[in-house]
T-cell receptor, first 110, second 116 residues
Framework: DAKTTQPTSMDCAEGRAANLPCNHS???????VYWYRQIHSQGPQYIIH???NNETNEMASLIITEDRKSSTLILPHATLRDTAVYYC???????????FGKGITLSVRP | GAVVSQHPSWVICKSGTSVKIECRSL??????MFWYRQFPKQSLMLMAT?????????EQGVEKDKFLINHASLTLSTLTVTSAHPEDSSFYIC????????????FGPGTRLTVT
């Protein structure tokens, strides 16, 4: 599976949009981009995934560049409860394994 | 969404003893279950993958005789840490998959193991 690179940390103000970047320059054509998050001392939680089209659900939006070498997870109105480590993972999907990198720590400030 | 539970949520055991952690999918049948370990301030590391009725597949560097995995049914997997040592103290997280897609993988709340 392709490797991903994320900044170590970022913060944003409560109520503002949080834009979390991820680089995956070696992604191959059949690999999806997945985002999970882990709130302190809890198990990870699935957020969203996409192949090449932008995706949106009740939690977030995923913007994938046209060349698919990078993506951005957008939390439109961040709350204090969104403070967590966010993992960007690239994998084929079917029968693949979720391999977690270091992720990005998002701190939402009041 | 699908719910995965773990029991116990935390456990303290003495060095040399064994401890069993249960992982259950509460409202779905899991085709595959996974066990992860997470040390403080580190990311999750996959330990093993198991399918019901089959032997678990362990990741490189994980001792299969020390970390016994039993996937007895489509809703239950257990991890037994045998002859525990203080360095086994960690956060153990299980995960269950409902289908083939990674987005159909749900995580338990984790079990904090402390070996004294």
């Amino acid at each position: 599976d392709a490797k991903t690179t994320q900044p170590t940390s970022m913060d944003c103000a409560e109520g503002r949009a949080a834009n979390l970047p991820c680089n995956h320059s070696t992604i191959s054509g059949n690999e999806y981009v997945y985002w999970y998050r882990q709130i302190h001392s809890q198990g990870p939680q699935y957020i969203i995934h996409g192949l090449k089209n932008n995706e949106t659900n009740e939690m977030a939006s995923l913007i994938i560049t046209e060349d698919r070498k990078s993506s951005t997870l957008i939390l439109p109105h961040a709350t204090l409860r969104d403070t967590a480590v966010y993992y960007c993972i690239v994998a084929t999907g079917a029968n693949s394994k979720l391999t977690f990198g270091k992720g990005i720590t998002l701190s939402v400030r009041p | 969404g699908a719910v995965v539970s773990q029991h116990p949520s935390w456990v303290i055991c003495k060095s040399g003893t064994s401890v069993k952690i249960e992982c259950r999918s509460l409202d779905f049948q899991a085709t595959t279950m996974f066990w992860y370990r997470q040390f403080p301030k580190q990311s999750l590391m996959l330990m093993a993958t198991s399918n019901e009725g089959s032997k678990a597949t362990y990741e490189q560097g994980v001792e299969k005789d020390k970390f016994l995995i039993n996937h007895a049914s489509l809703t239950l997997s257990t991890l037994t840490v045998t002859s525990a040592h203080p360095e086994d103290s960690s956060f153990y997280i299980c995960s269950a998959r409902t289908g083939q897609g990674l987005f159909e993988q749900y995580f338990g709340p984790g079990t904090r193991l402390t070996v004294t």
